[in-house]
Each structure stands twice: as C-alpha cells, then as structure tokens.
T-cell receptor
Framework: DTGVSQNPRHKITKRGQNVTFRCDPISEHNRLYWYRQTLGQGPEFLTYFQNEAQLEKSRLLSDRFSAERPKGSFSTLEIQRTEQGDSAMYLC???????????????FGPGTRLTVL | AQSVTQLDSHVSVSEGTPVLLRCNYSSSYSPSLFWYVQHPNKGLQLLLKYTSAATLVKGINGFEAEFKKSETSFHLTKPSAHMSDAAEYFC?????????????FGKGTRLSVIA
C-alpha cells in the first residue's frame, strides 16, 4: 500500500502521560501536515513540514505538543503531560508541492484516535 | 482569514434522489476549494477540487460542484444518491496563490441515504 500510514491507530492513555504518534507519508511527497479532529468537527490544522523544516504552527499547538520530521520522510507528533481535552483523532496528510501555487492536494492517513482517561 | 460554512449539519435523502450539500466560503485571496468525504473508520478522501479552471468541477462517484464567485458558494451535488454515499462530507478552502497554506475545513455535513 503506497498511501499515508499512521501508527498506532488507537491509543488510550492516562492523564499526565506522554504519547507519540508516527506518520509515514507517500514516499515522494515533500510536505507533511498534522491535523486534529474532535467529535462532530472538521479537522483543524496543527503544523506542517516542507521536507525536514517545520514551516508553520497553529496556535492550537501548545507547548506540550512537539512535531519532528528529522530526515524529511516520516514524522512524529508527541504530546507531553496529556490532558482530557487532548482526546481527538490526529490526522496526518502529505502532498507534493512543486512551487507552482497552492494546489494543495493532500492525501490523508487513517488517523490515530487518542483517548485520555 | 479563510473560512467555510456548511449550511447543513445533516442531510437525509432517499436512494435514487438528488443530493445537494451546501457550502459558502470566505477568502481574502484566490481560493482553492475542495470537497472531501470521510467514511466511518476510513481516511479522508478527495472528491473534487476547484483551482481556477472550469467553474463546474466533476469529481469521483458522480459528484460535481460549481464555483460561484458572486455567491461565494461551492455546493456539492449528485443526481442520484446511492446507499454507499452515506458518509461525512467536508467543504475545504485554501489559498491558491500562497502555495503553502493548510486546508481550512468546514464542520461537515452528514449525509444519510434512506433505502
């Protein structure tokens, strides 16, 4: 399968614990995005990378959140000291940007569902 | 700032009848507009996109949408609903000229198809 993959698919944790999610984009895609989707809402942008550079972060991304894409391929999203309000679906998407404008056709992974007890 | 408003949180149609999911957008720039579909326990899938070419855009599975700048609308239609169309649909906007803005999603419209 050559789509975007995310692991784990589900994570249940206790409040205060740290969690880390992984996203593997489509191999030739240079951009990688993280979104968060809560129940009954559309996905909300968190951050994105162009290759290994993190170019934009949403104000939703508090200091407890950190994302990396060290080699410009897979990415990790870590949440420290989780809170119940962090419970959501975390979605990863990737795209191939060729510098010809915001075509932004993003391909989404299946998501990681986080439940904080 | 960009935003989209999906005018209906839930639409219910009978199988074989037309589908209309309404979306209005707000953008300071030349927008790209998309419709994504999300089936339960599956990833978001792109249905169609508008990026400045023809204003009537055809997508997968018989869906189409028309970009109307004067009405700031991008409604999604399908002539005849199938049971498999039951899902959550998201209208999405991004800034076409910037090249780097993330997608801004609406809150979604849940489509139910009744046999």
């Amino acid at each position: 399968d050559t789509g975007v993959s995310q692991n784990p698919r589900h994570k249940i944790t206790k409040r205060g614990q740290n969690v880390t999610f992984r996203c593997d984009p489509i191999s030739e895609h240079n951009r990688l995005y993280w979104y968060r989707q809560t129940l009954g809402q559309g996905p909300e942008f968190l951050t994105y990378f162009q290759n290994e550079a993190q170019l934009e972060k949403s104000r939703l991304l508090s200091d407890r959140f950190s994302a990396e894409r060290p080699k410009g391929s897979f990415s990790t999203l870590e949440i420290q000291r989780t809170e119940q309000g962090d419970s959501a679906m975390y979605l990863c998407a990737s795209s191939l940007e060729t510098g010809q404008g915001g075509r932004n056709e993003q391909f989404f992974g299946p998501g990681t569902r986080l439940t904080v007890l | 700032a960009q935003s989209v408003t999906q005018l209906d949180s839930h639409v219910s149609v009978s199988e074989g009848t037309p589908v209309l999911l309404r979306c209005n957008y707000s953008s300071s720039y030349s927008p790209s507009l998309f419709w994504y579909v999300q089936h339960p326990n599956k990833g978001l899938q792109l249905l169609l996109k508008y990026t400045s070419a023809a204003t009537l855009v055809k997508g997968i599975n018989g869906f189409e949408a028309e970009f109307k700048k004067s009405e700031t609308s991008f409604h999604l239609t399908k002539p005849s609903a199938h049971m498999s169309d039951a899902a959550e649909y998201f209208c999405v906007v991004s800034d076409r000229n910037s090249g780097n803005t993330p997608l801004v999603f609406g809150k979604g419209t849940r489509l139910s198809v009744i046999a």
